[in-house]
């Protein structure tokens, strides 16, 4: 039975629900052609160690960004991992577009957990400007 593709947030109009065939996500789950299982995921730390070795989600350097969120992605699960190791696995991925593109939703996913309100839209701010 084929897996059904998850659209990533991008393919989706602004304001539109999610669909009934989408869900949530916390991580990605890929196998190598050896059949070894790899969890990736973000959290604060690795986002933060990732931004301190120079990722940025909006590079100018595509080749190296792209090299970079896959590499960081092993970081919480797989630490220590050589970089060489992880790019043959990445040489070995189909439909990477759609891979890069929910490795950029989860890395996304630390940022949004740190700037969720903690009220309501119609609450008054608990800050003021002096």
């Known amino acids: 039975m084929a897996k059904k593709v998850i659209p990533?947030?991008?393919e989706r109009k602004e304001g539109k629900p999610m669909a009934a065939n989408e869900k949530e996500f916390t991580k990605v789950i890929i196998t190598d052609k050896q059949g070894n299982k790899y969890t990736l995921e973000f959290n604060a730390?690795?986002?933060k160690n990732?931004?301190?070795n120079g990722f940025k989600i909006d590079a100018?350097?595509?080749y190296s960004m792209i090299e970079k969120l896959f590499t960081g992605a092993f970081q919480m699960q797989h630490k220590g991992m050589m970089t060489e190791r992880?790019?043959?696995i990445w040489d070995?991925?189909?439909k990477k577009d759609d891979l890069l593109g929910i490795?950029?939703?989860l890395y996304m996913k630390p940022l949004e957990d740190l700037m969720k309100d903690g009220g309501n839209e119609d609450d008054t701010p608990t800050w003021e400007t002096v």
């Open 8 to 10: 990533i947030e991008s």
């Open 45 to 47: 730390r690795v986002v």
């Open 50 to 52: 990732m931004e301190r």
């Open 60 to 62: 100018d350097y595509p």
């Open 86 to 88: 992880i790019m043959a």
């Open 92 to 94: 070995e991925q189909t």
């Open 103 to 105: 490795l950029t939703k």
